[in-house]
């Protein structure tokens, strides 16, 4: 992706997160407002009797919108149903209305009193009911009965509601309440069920004893990030982001992240927190996957990529609108990545640098341990992750460094190959010891963010349904990385992209021992493991060792198997290395017989000249693949009649007819002008 | 080390041992100018001169046949005459007495291989014998170190008041070289790791390191010569089973000879009273510190403030001069070597290394020394239930044999059986040295009673096995030793 940095994309090009130009253009003649169907995903601009929807999801800026017809009348939230079927639109406090699209039918359904005011309501694809109205007296729960064309009353829930929050990524719902709105009520409703979470209270600072700050519904967020569902709350007075972990049957506070400015929008991108400062315009990020509360980068701000240049005059013009635009006040923030400029209709998808991410940091392990975990860019991240490590090689960092970067990507591969997510995306052969992938859909991975119980924090499903179908849109885009959604690296692309190709620029003889250290804290960190390591680096280890002429150090590792014998092995023993050492030569030859390669083995001895071992051999393991004639010369060169008549014999018994062929007669002849011959 | 072995006759009787330099004393009146150690030293110079005077005369009279290597052992009625030139001119010859009533059955390249080692842990702390002459004609320091160095080494063979030499009921073992602890793959995985951590505190250094387990090698950077050498040392001076013994029961003895040596190497070094005698294989004086690290005042003690100076040797290839640093984790001992050279602030640089190891390598250690205790199988890990044997890996100068303990239950009609056959084998090999050493060898003897001792030599690996109950026939004999090949040598001696 080139890099357009137009000058009026933001102080200099150095950002972390960046929208690509051009945008959704979600205009509407006649609209009335934008609304979010994060249920869908649908972008809706209704008119006065039309519905305009685009898809977001996946984002592309040319998506056609579609149009449905509804009676005129306010619209305070559309949204429709799951199964796209129905259009249901908020009318006023106490009235929702439906069509449904096929017939073109309506109905309503209303709340019992005047004071009891509809807040909003949202489609679930919860088991029990379809869909929910948040009220100011609690939550209303009710099925869509298609026969009757009305809805049914399913469970209420009583409670006082000030303001709510819902996403449809959390499943989640979070009510207010109190003189502060800083009492919360929650309940998840997945397809496995409703769960009711436990009241907890925020923590609010006060700035003198007789304020009461009141909580908005702005400044809560609820985030999902590798499966688990946090919930961020602005404190304004205390400029503190508090952040709450939800689980099953508890809520925990996790600690609290600074803010630089009174207001605070999230995104979720690939499961990197973004922390948008609007007033500074800057976004700090947030790999809260081990719970860290550093951040990942320094504050920088949003970059507009792939703005035309100044040439056509009006596109130009509108361009340095969008850049002028930024964090505006009509910049609405969508769940998870999405920002929608209501001014302009123009909707942006919220993008990583993993690039620039990678390079603002020189902590090399930990930019491999939150690249690995990228999986919306997962090829760019795997080929960031490659170019690191043989970059930091190449640049002779510490081995300590080193060590610690190639476990960052052993564990990190081990542990996809354990969760099968690794096998489900490249065809593996099965000689690098990779299981099938046999977990598809575990129960209660199916709600898109159920909570795991508080007593099991570390069993972390990385695997999302929503990932997933960001993932496709991504794929749709690059179309060479559609085999790649791991970022993790097996290890034979290791080895040829990091060890081989650094083996050819370091030829020092202080190198072979450094990349020889690292190559054996790889085999350590893959045998803890259990991953299988290709032959390539154990030959490669081999040659390091003989390049620096440490034969008996090499028999070591050899006899105490750290390097495992393999057939590619054996042959740097014999050829390589051995060519130059005959202790390492005979440790090939022994890795050969260890090996069962009969033939190599028969071959070699006669090579060697001990051709009658050979014989021996081949008798004993019936080889028969190997030419008489290879013994014959042998025992022919050694000038030793007995031998050669030997030799005869034992093919005349060991191979039927051969007594026939004209070797035979040949050597018989050659036997016969040798000097003290004997018949045979 | 033979102490199972019963006494023999006196010492003055039983052993002469001479070291003598041909390039010294041509000249009438000048004979003992030639002599650099003799032992008994107490024996008057005509006696000492007609030993070497018969040796030189015959090493003189079978360079004529033989000037490449001259003669190697001469067998007398009474005694035999064992010859070891250990540098260009300079000789090393032991006269052990015959006695076939005692247990003085020998095997000649047994004690052979004792002059060389000797002789090779010689020039590991002190350099070539050449050399120092070269820098003092005098000799007399030379004489000092030879005379305190060897009466060191010699002590570990002194029983009571008598020297009890490798003698036949050594045949299942092999001087002069390593035994190896075998470790699984994770476990050497671990102990590489942990090479590389030790590599990583000595820096750009280029220093070595060996690392012992009880009395048995785990791993080494050195060359299989060097590695041979500071194996030897290590196990017979530094390894905690030594450190421990040498407080207890070998102490009393040690004492009283070492007093004894100090009387008469002070009677021979006199006139060097300036010169300080390095004694290394002095007994029990290496210990373990607080922090780990083994020290000893064997090199001295810096002036002043009572720290003990840092070991030095020399590697036989390089030649290198290389300070000696060594750790022990209960059965885990490791040793640095570290060039005198890179270390350009000594002590304080040898002090700050040792900080590092603590600081960066000891998790490490913990790690491994619990790992290869969890894997060791106890002192007789590698006995082989109804085989005495003894395996020897030229190549790389490593050996197994059976446990001491578990040798000891054979007869002694097996044991000098197999005494002869390693005694033939030896002799086969010296004939094809040089010209075919791959040679394949197998001999197969019923012994007296009815023990079979088998030998088989292939491709520079030795195999050397007695079975006592066994069953008669030949092939059930050559089945066995099939069966222990395939199981314990990977098939190295399965020659069909």
Same mark, same amino acid.
């Given at each position: 992706?080139?890099?357009?940095?137009?000058?009026?994309?933001?102080?200099?090009?150095?950002?972390?997160?960046?929208?690509?130009?051009p945008?959704?253009?979600?205009?509407?003649n006649?609209?009335?407002g934008?609304?979010?169907?994060?249920?869908n995903?649908?972008?809706?601009? !209704?008119?006065?009797?039309?519905?305009?929807?685009?898809?977001?999801?996946?984002?592309? !800026?040319?998506?056609?919108?579609?149009?449905d017809?509804?009676?005129?009348?306010?619209?305070?939230?559309?949204?429709?149903?799951?199964?796209?079927?129905?259009?249901?639109?908020?009318?006023?406090?106490?009235?929702? +209305?439906?069509?449904?699209?096929?017939? %073109?039918?309506?109905?309503?359904?209303?709340? *019992?009193?005047?004071?009891?005011?509809?807040?909003?309501?949202?489609?679930?694809?919860?088991?029990?009911?379809?869909?929910?109205?948040?009220?100011?007296?609690?939550?209303?729960?009710?099925?869509?009965?298609?026969?009757?064309?009305?809805?049914?009353?399913?469970?209420?829930? *009583?409670?006082?509601?000030?303001w709510?929050?819902?996403?449809?990524?959390s499943?989640?719902?979070?009510?207010?309440?109190?003189?502060?709105?800083k009492?919360?009520?929650?309940? +998840?409703?997945?397809?496995?069920?409703?769960i009711?979470?436990?009241?907890?209270?925020?923590?609010?600072?006060?700035?003198?004893?007789?304020?009461?700050?009141?909580?908005?519904?702005?400044?809560?967020?609820?985030?999902?990030?590798?499966?688990?569902?946090?919930?961020?709350?602005?404190?304004?007075?205390?400029?503190?982001?508090?952040?709450?972990?939800?689980?099953?049957?508890?809520?925990?506070?996790?600690?609290?992240?600074?803010?630089y400015?009174?207001?605070?929008?999230?995104?979720?991108?690939?499961?990197?927190?973004?922390?948008? +400062?609007?007033?500074?315009?800057?976004?700090?990020?947030?790999?809260i996957?081990?719970?860290?509360?550093? #951040?990942?980068?320094?504050?920088?701000?949003?970059?507009?990529?792939?703005?035309?240049?100044?040439?056509?005059?009006?596109?130009?013009?509108?361009?340095?609108?969008?850049?002028?635009?930024?964090?505006?006040?009509?910049?609405?923030?969508?769940?998870?990545?999405?920002?929608?400029?209501?001014?302009?209709?123009?909707?942006?998808?919220?993008?990583?640098?993993?690039?620039?991410?990678?390079?603002?940091?020189?902590?090399?392990?930990?930019?491999?341990?939150?690249?690995?975990?990228? *999986?919306?860019?997962?090829?760019?991240?795997?080929?960031?992750?490659?170019?690191?490590?043989?970059?930091?090689?190449?640049?002779?960092? #510490?081995?300590?460094?080193?060590?610690?970067?190639?476990?960052v990507?052993?564990?990190?591969?081990?542990?996809?190959?354990?969760?099968?997510?690794?096998?489900?995306?490249?065809?593996?052969?099965?000689?690098s010891?990779?299981p099938?992938?046999?977990?598809?859909?575990? #129960?209660?991975?199916?709600?898109? %963010?159920?909570?795991?119980?508080?007593?099991?924090?570390?069993?972390?499903?990385?695997?999302k349904?929503?990932g997933e179908?960001?993932?496709?849109?991504?794929?749709?885009?690059?179309?060479?990385?559609?085999?790649?959604?791991?970022?993790?690296? #097996?290890?034979?692309?290791?080895?040829?992209?990091?060890?081989?190709?650094?083996?050819?620029?370091?030829?020092?003889?202080?190198?072979?021992?450094?990349?020889?250290?690292?190559?054996?804290?790889?085999?350590?960190?893959?045998?803890?493991?259990?991953?299988?390591?290709?032959?390539?680096?154990?030959?490669?280890?081999?040659?390091?060792?003989?390049?620096?002429?440490?034969?008996?150090?090499?028999?070591?590792f050899?006899?105490?198997?750290?390097?495992? !014998?393999?057939?590619?092995?054996?042959?740097?023993?014999?050829?390589?290395?051995?060519?130059?050492?005959?202790?390492?030569?005979?440790?090939?030859?022994?890795?050969?017989?260890?090996?069962?390669?009969?033939?190599?083995?028969?071959?070699?001895?006669?090579?060697?000249?001990?051709?009658?071992?050979?014989?021996?051999?081949?008798?004993?393991?019936?080889?028969?693949?190997?030419?008489?004639?290879?013994?014959?010369?042998?025992?022919?060169?050694?000038?030793?009649?007995q031998?050669?008549?030997?030799?005869?014999?034992?093919?005349?018994?060991?191979?039927?007819?051969?007594?026939?062929?004209?070797?035979?007669?040949?050597?018989?002849?050659?036997?016969?002008?040798?000097?003290?011959?004997?018949?045979? | 080390?033979?102490?199972?072995?019963?006494?023999?006759?006196?010492?003055?009787?039983?052993?002469?041992?001479?070291?003598?330099?041909?390039?010294?004393?041509?000249?009438?009146?000048e004979?003992?100018?030639?002599?650099?150690?003799?032992?008994?030293?107490?024996?008057?110079?005509?006696?000492?001169?007609?030993?070497i005077?018969?040796?030189?005369?015959?090493?003189?009279?079978?360079?004529?046949?033989?000037?490449?290597?001259?003669?190697?052992?001469?067998?007398?009625?009474?005694?035999?005459h064992?010859?070891?030139?250990?540098?260009?001119?300079?000789?090393?010859?032991?006269?052990?007495?015959?006695?076939?009533?005692?247990?003085?059955?020998?095997?000649?390249?047994?004690?052979?291989?004792?002059l060389?080692?000797?002789?090779?842990?010689?020039?590991?702390?002190?350099?070539?014998?050449?050399?120092?002459?070269?820098?003092?004609?005098?000799?007399?320091?030379?004489?000092?170190?030879?005379?305190?160095?060897?009466?060191?080494?010699? /002590?570990?063979?002194?029983?009571?008041?008598?020297?009890?030499?490798?003698?036949?009921?050594?045949?299942?073992?092999?001087?002069?070289?390593?035994?190896?602890?075998?470790?699984?793959r994770?476990?050497?995985?671990e102990?590489?790791?942990?090479?590389?951590?030790?590599?990583s505190?000595? $820096?750009?250094?280029?220093?070595?390191?060996?690392?012992?387990?009880?009395?048995?090698?785990?791993?080494?950077?050195?060359?299989?010569?060097?590695?041979?050498?500071?194996f030897?040392?290590?196990t017979?001076?530094?390894?905690?089973?030594?450190?421990?013994?040498?407080?207890?029961?070998?102490?009393?003895?040690?004492?009283? $000879?070492?007093?004894?040596?100090?009387?008469?190497?002070?009677?021979?070094?006199?006139?060097?009273?300036? @010169?300080?005698?390095?004694?290394?294989?002095?007994?029990?004086?290496?210990?373990?510190?607080?922090?780990?690290?083994?020290?000893?005042?064997?090199?001295?003690?810096?002036? $002043?403030?009572?720290?003990?100076?840092?070991?030095?040797?020399?590697?036989?290839?390089?030649?290198?001069?290389?300070?000696?640093?060594?750790?022990?984790?209960?059965?885990?001992?490791?040793?640095?070597?570290?060039?005198?050279?890179?270390?350009?602030?000594?002590?304080e $640089?040898?002090?700050?290394?040792?900080?590092?190891?603590?600081?960066?390598?000891?998790?490490?250690?913990?790690?491994?020394e619990?790992?290869?205790?969890?894997?060791?199988?106890?002192?007789?890990?590698?006995?082989?239930?109804?085989?005495?044997?003894?395996?020897?890996d030229?190549?790389?100068?490593?050996?197994?044999?059976?446990?001491?303990?578990?040798?000891t239950?054979?007869?002694?009609?097996?044991?000098?059986?197999?005494?002869?056959?390693?005694?033939?084998?030896?002799?086969?090999?010296?004939?094809? /040295?040089?010209n075919?050493?791959?040679?394949?060898?197998?001999?197969?003897?019923?012994?007296?009673? /009815?023990?079979?001792?088998?030998?088989?030599?292939?491709?520079?690996?030795?195999?050397?096995?007695?079975?006592?109950?066994?069953?008669?026939?030949?092939?059930?004999?050559?089945?066995?030793?099939?069966?222990?090949?395939?199981?314990?040598? /990977?098939?190295? @001696?399965?020659?069909?």
């Amino acid at each position: 992706m080139s890099r357009n940095t137009s000058s009026s994309g933001g102080s200099g090009a150095l950002s972390h997160a960046y929208i690509h130009y051009p945008p959704l253009r979600c205009k509407n003649n006649g609209s009335t407002g934008l609304f979010y169907d994060d249920g869908n995903k649908l972008l809706i601009s !209704p008119t006065s009797n039309q519905v305009v929807s685009w898809k977001t999801s996946p984002y592309t !800026p040319q998506v056609a919108s579609t149009t449905d017809t509804i009676s005129e009348g306010p619209v305070l939230s559309i949204r429709y149903s799951l199964d796209l079927k129905l259009i249901a639109v908020q009318r006023s406090n106490n009235e929702v +209305q439906f069509w449904v699209k096929e017939t %073109g039918e309506t109905f309503s359904q209303k709340s *019992k009193s005047e004071s009891d005011t509809i807040l909003g309501f949202f489609w679930t694809d919860c088991a029990v009911c379809d869909i929910v109205f948040v009220k100011t007296s609690g939550l209303d729960l009710y099925s869509y009965v298609p026969e009757l064309k009305s809805l049914e009353l399913v469970d209420s829930k *009583k409670v006082n509601v000030s303001w709510y929050i819902y996403t449809h990524e959390s499943r989640l719902v979070l009510l207010a309440s109190g003189m502060q709105c800083k009492s919360f009520m929650g309940y +998840q409703l997945s397809s496995a069920g409703i769960i009711r979470l436990p009241r907890f209270e925020m923590a609010m600072a006060k700035s003198d004893v007789n304020s009461k700050p009141v909580l908005s519904a702005e400044d809560v967020h609820i985030v999902t990030v590798y499966g688990r569902i946090y919930c961020l709350q602005v404190d304004r007075v205390a400029m503190l982001l508090h952040s709450y972990r939800f689980y099953r049957d508890a809520v925990i506070q996790q600690g609290s992240l600074p803010v630089y400015s009174t207001k605070i929008a999230v995104s979720v991108v690939d499961n990197v927190l973004l922390i948008h +400062q609007v007033d500074a315009k800057v976004i700090i990020l947030y790999d809260i996957f081990a719970d860290s509360r550093t #951040p990942v980068s320094a504050p920088l701000p949003l970059l507009i990529r792939g703005l035309p240049r100044g040439s056509n005059i009006s596109s130009s013009q509108s361009a340095n609108d969008t850049s002028a635009n930024l964090y505006s006040d009509d910049w609405n923030f969508l769940v998870p990545d999405l920002v929608c400029d209501v001014s302009t209709g123009f909707l942006w998808k919220i993008h990583l640098d993993l690039e620039a991410i990678s390079a603002s940091s020189s902590e090399v392990p930990l930019v491999l341990e939150f690249l690995q975990r990228r *999986k919306l860019e997962a090829k760019k991240a795997k080929d960031l992750c490659l170019e690191l490590l043989r970059s930091i090689m190449i640049e002779r960092r #510490p081995l300590p460094v080193i060590f610690r970067a190639v476990n960052v990507l052993v564990t990190s591969f081990a542990y996809s190959l354990k969760t099968g997510s690794y096998s489900k995306s490249t065809p593996v052969n099965s000689s690098s010891g990779v299981p099938e992938n046999n977990s598809g859909n575990k #129960p209660g991975d199916t709600s898109g %963010g159920g909570f795991s119980t508080s007593d099991s924090e570390d069993n972390i499903n990385l695997k999302k349904e929503n990932g997933e179908n960001l993932m496709v849109s991504e794929d749709q885009q690059e179309s060479q990385s559609q085999l790649v959604t791991s970022a993790t690296i #097996p290890p034979d692309e290791l080895y040829t992209f990091v060890f081989a190709s650094v083996e050819e620029e370091m030829i020092a003889f202080a190198d072979a021992s450094y990349l020889f250290s690292i190559l054996l804290e790889f085999i350590r960190s893959a045998n803890l493991e259990k991953i299988k390591v290709h032959p390539n680096i154990y030959v490669l280890a081999v040659r390091l060792l003989g390049r620096n002429e440490r034969y008996a150090e090499l028999g070591q590792f050899v006899l105490n198997k750290i390097i495992e !014998p393999s057939k590619e092995v054996a042959l740097e023993l014999l050829e390589g290395v051995g060519s130059r050492n005959i202790q390492t030569r005979k440790l090939g030859v022994d890795m050969l017989r260890q090996l069962s390669l009969h033939h190599d083995y028969v071959v070699l001895l006669v090579q060697d000249g001990c051709y009658l071992e050979a014989l021996r051999y081949a008798r004993k393991h019936k080889v028969s693949t190997v030419r008489p004639s290879l013994f014959l010369e042998a025992a022919y060169a050694s000038n030793e009649p007995q031998h050669l008549a030997a030799v005869l014999r034992f093919f005349g018994e060991f191979i039927p007819g051969f007594g026939t062929t004209s070797e035979h007669t040949t050597y018989i002849r050659a036997l016969a002008d040798m000097p003290s011959s004997i018949t045979v | 080390m033979g102490l199972s072995s019963a006494a023999i006759t006196t010492p003055s009787e039983a052993l002469k041992f001479c070291i003598f330099d041909l390039r010294r004393g041509q000249h009438e009146g000048e004979e003992l100018e030639k002599i650099l150690f003799f032992f008994p030293a107490d024996l008057p110079f005509p006696t000492q001169l007609s030993v070497i005077g018969l040796s030189e005369g015959l090493i003189t009279f079978t360079r004529i046949f033989s000037p490449e290597a001259a003669c190697e052992v001469i067998e007398a009625e009474l005694h035999s005459h064992v010859f070891f030139e250990a540098e260009p001119d300079i000789w090393m010859v032991m006269v052990v007495a015959k006695n076939k009533e005692t247990e003085a059955i020998w095997r000649i390249e047994a004690l052979r291989s004792v002059l060389k080692e000797i002789h090779s842990l010689f020039i590991m702390f002190h350099g070539s014998i050449r050399v120092l002459l070269d820098k003092e004609p005098g000799g007399g320091l030379t004489r000092s170190h030879l005379f305190t160095f060897i009466m060191d080494y010699l /002590n570990d063979f002194l029983m009571g008041n008598k020297f009890v030499l490798p003698n036949f009921r050594d045949s299942l073992k092999q001087r002069g070289t390593v035994q190896m602890l075998t470790v699984g793959r994770e476990a050497a995985i671990e102990v590489q790791s942990l090479v590389g951590a030790l590599d990583s505190c000595m $820096g750009n250094t280029s220093g070595y390191s060996v690392i012992l387990f009880q009395d048995l090698l785990v791993s080494t950077t050195l060359t299989p010569d060097d590695t041979t050498n500071l194996f030897s040392y290590a196990t017979s001076r530094l390894t905690p089973r030594v450190l421990s013994s040498g407080r207890s029961s070998t102490w009393s003895y040690l004492r009283k $000879g070492n007093a004894e040596l100090a009387s008469r190497s002070a009677s021979i070094g006199s006139g060097l009273d300036g @010169f300080r005698i390095v004694r290394p294989l002095q007994h029990g004086k290496w210990s373990k510190g607080k922090d780990g690290f083994l020290v000893t005042d064997i090199w001295g003690v810096e002036v $002043g403030n009572l720290v003990p100076t840092t070991p030095t040797l020399w590697l036989q290839q390089t030649e290198h001069k290389m300070y000696l640093c060594a750790y022990q984790h209960k059965s885990l001992t490791i040793i640095l070597l570290i060039p005198v050279t890179s270390m350009l602030n000594g002590e304080e $640089g040898i002090s700050m290394l040792k900080q590092q190891l603590l600081e960066n390598a000891s998790a490490k250690i913990v790690k491994v020394e619990e790992k290869l205790a969890k894997g060791w199988g106890g002192e007789n890990a590698y006995h082989v239930k109804g085989y005495r044997y003894l395996l020897v890996d030229g190549d790389r100068n490593i050996s197994r044999a059976s446990p001491p303990g578990k040798v000891t239950t054979l007869t002694k009609e097996s044991l000098l059986a197999i005494n002869k056959v390693r005694e033939d084998v030896d002799l086969e090999k010296s004939r094809g /040295n040089g010209n075919n050493d791959d040679k394949d060898l197998e001999i197969c003897i019923r012994a007296k009673n /009815n023990a079979w001792v088998i030998a088989r030599s292939t491709r520079g690996k030795e195999l050397y096995i007695v079975l006592e109950k066994a069953n008669e026939t030949l092939l059930y004999a050559s089945e066995a030793i099939e069966k222990f090949s395939d199981r314990y040598c /990977n098939g190295a @001696f399965s020659l069909d």
